[in-house]
Structure formats: C-alpha cells, structure tokens
C-alpha cells in the first residue's frame, strides 16, 4: 500500500503547465527580438555557437526535477507488513438513489448533492464504524465496500452521480438485498442499512427485502428527500445552463415527488424508522446518534502497521538531474556541429 504524508503539496504539479508556458512565450519573443536585428542566415552565423537543442534539454530536465521534488515532499511511504487490528464498531451501509428524480431541486441544492453532504459529514464523525456505499436506481452496485478508509470512502462519494447506473427507476428492493449479502454474518457486529432516497417508483419487492434485513437483525432506517409537493427535473447542457426540464411522451413538464408512505412502509417492515430530510438539518447526524448508543462489538481489520519513508526515490534522482542540467552549457558541441555537418554533405551528395 502507498500513502503520502503530505498530499497537499501534490497542488504544486499545477505550476508545471505554467512553466511550459513561460519558456514557449520567452523563446517566441527571444526569436522576435533577434528577428529585429537582422535575417535569419546573417543572425544563425553570428550566433552559431547556441544551441537551441541543449537550451530545450535542459528545460526538460529542470521541469522533471521539479515535478520530482514536489512528489518527494509529498513524502510517499509504502506500507511494509499487514496485520489483523482489533477494533470496535458497526458496519453501516449507505443504500443511495442515483435515480434521475434525485436531481430535482424541491431540496437545495438537489435531492443527490444534499444526501451526498449528509454522508460526508456522517463519515468525518466516524471513529472504527465500517461504512460501505451500495448505489442504486433500477438496479443496485457496491460503489464501495465496508470499510474504515475514510479517505478512499469520500473519493468514491465524489464521484456519485445519475449516471453511474444506467437502469432506471428506483429499486430499493436490489439495493437491500445487495447490503444483506454484503455483511459478514459471521462477524458479530452490529449491523445497519441506511436508505437514502426520495421512494418514487418503489417497487414490490422492496417490502420483503426490508423483513428479510429485520429477520438477521440488520437495523433499518430510511431518509426521504423531496417534498410531497415535488418538483419537475432540470436538465443542463455540459456548460451548466439550464435547458429545459424532463418532459414525458406527451411533452408534460415531470414533477417528481416524495413518496413518504411507501418509505414509512419499508421502514416498518425492517423495524426500522423513517426520517423526513430537509435543507436545513442534517438527518444522518440524527440516525448516527442511535447508531452511537449501540452496543459497538469487537472486530478485526487487515490493515498496514508499518511504513516506510520513500521520499529519497524522488529526491535523489532530482538532484541527478539538477546537477546534470547545471553543467549543460547552451553552446553547441563540437562532435555534435562536425557529426551534422557530414550529415548535410551526404544529403547534398545523395
């Protein structure tokens, strides 16, 4: 496993671009200013000792140092041995509709960016709880498993969108028996769904999923998002300007709305409890407070004890290159001059 200690410094490879920038814009007005001065042929005699080349090789082997130094302060470290930790939790898993209605905006900023937050912020304030997410619209896939890499489980969140399941509608269903066959039985842990979801379009099935989760002993809470008054879908074009909203087949402007019944229902059927989401509060700081008064039990996790530092395989080999790149001189070689010189009389010749 790698890791880097400080990753923030990782934002200075954004200066490299820069760099490119400057020395293409100092060598076109380098060429401009001799330009003025005289034709080319009189000014390549007057100046043949330069070497546009070796000016070049030395930019690139300045512009590789640099971006090796930054990884090198970065400080990557590889983890050297694996061992079984013992810590103490629940595994929760976050079941999230990434339907199309979940873009509506009856909850700011959308239905998916407020349940997004809402997961983030119930991520910083686990401390040993396994989180798993398992996405959802017509069909349901694990965007990640249990896990205590927060890191990773918020660089996975990021990415969530509508478009990640390409099935549509809103099959709680799927996605619960996805989270029951995801968890360890075998492990005694407490164990939690969470459903996140505006319940539109629920089907059948999703009732018997949520008695089968009560039946194991898996708790179950669902949070809707929307308002039971709804609202139409906006569809954006690549630039982020409004375009239109979702219209069915007779051209109908569609309002999506939330279904509080039928996730009041599914809630029942797993003993479980509903919560309403709103723009204002924060309903998964609510749910992880009865999940905190749980009894947490003991399980094991494979995680890198050690780590070494490997700063050194970067830094070194960007000092090479520095040293390298300060006795290049901008003068042209003399075997490099007479080697391409022979290569002009042959041409001339053939």
Aim: no cysteine.
């Amino acid at each position: 496993m790698i890791r880097l200690v400080h990753s923030e410094y990782l934002y200075a490879l954004f200066l490299l671009p820069l760099l490119v920038a400057a020395y293409w814009s100092l060598s076109r007005a380098r060429r401009k200013a001799l330009g003025r001065f005289g034709q080319q042929a009189t000014l390549a005699h007057i100046a043949g000792g330069a070497s546009s080349t070796k000016r070049f090789t030395k930019f690139v082997l300045l512009s590789i140092a640099v971006a090796l130094i930054v990884v090198g302060l970065a400080n990557p470290q590889v983890g050297t041995r694996m061992e079984e930790v013992k810590q103490e939790g629940v595994d929760i898993f976050i079941a999230l509709d990434v339907s199309l209605s979940m873009k509506a905006e009856d909850i700011k900023p959308t239905r998916l960016e407020k349940a997004k937050l809402e997961i983030r912020n119930l991520i910083e304030r686990l401390a040993g709880d396994r989180i798993g997410l398992i996405v959802f619209a017509g069909e349901a896939y694990t965007q990640f498993p249990l896990t205590t890499d927060y890191s990773s489980a918020n660089l996975f969140l990021d990415v969530v969108d509508v478009d990640v399941v390409p099935q549509p509608g809103t099959s709680i269903g799927s996605a619960l028996q996805r989270a029951v066959e995801s968890f360890d039985f075998k492990e005694q842990t407490t164990k939690v769904v969470v459903v996140i979801t505006d319940g539109e379009d629920t089907e059948g099935s999703s009732y018997d999923a949520a008695e089968d989760a009560a039946q194991k002993g898996i708790l179950l809470y669902t949070v809707g998002l929307g308002t039971p008054a709804g609202g139409p879908i906006p569809m954006y074009n690549p630039s982020g300007q409004l375009t239109d909203f979702k219209r069915d087949k007779g051209g109908n402007v569609v309002v999506t709305k939330l279904d509080e019944a039928a996730l009041e229902k599914i809630a029942a059927a797993g003993s479980g409890k509903y919560f309403r989401g709103t723009s204002s509060q924060d309903e998964l700081d609510e749910i992880y407070k009865n999940i905190n008064a749980l009894q947490k039990k003991e399980f094991g996790v494979k995680q890198f004890t050690d780590f070494e530092d490997r700063f050194q395989w970067f830094l070194l080999p960007a000092a090479l290159l520095l040293l390298v790149e300060l006795f290049i001189t901008e003068k042209k070689s003399r075997w490099f001059a007479r080697w391409n010189l022979l290569r002009k009389e042959e041409e001339v010749k053939a």
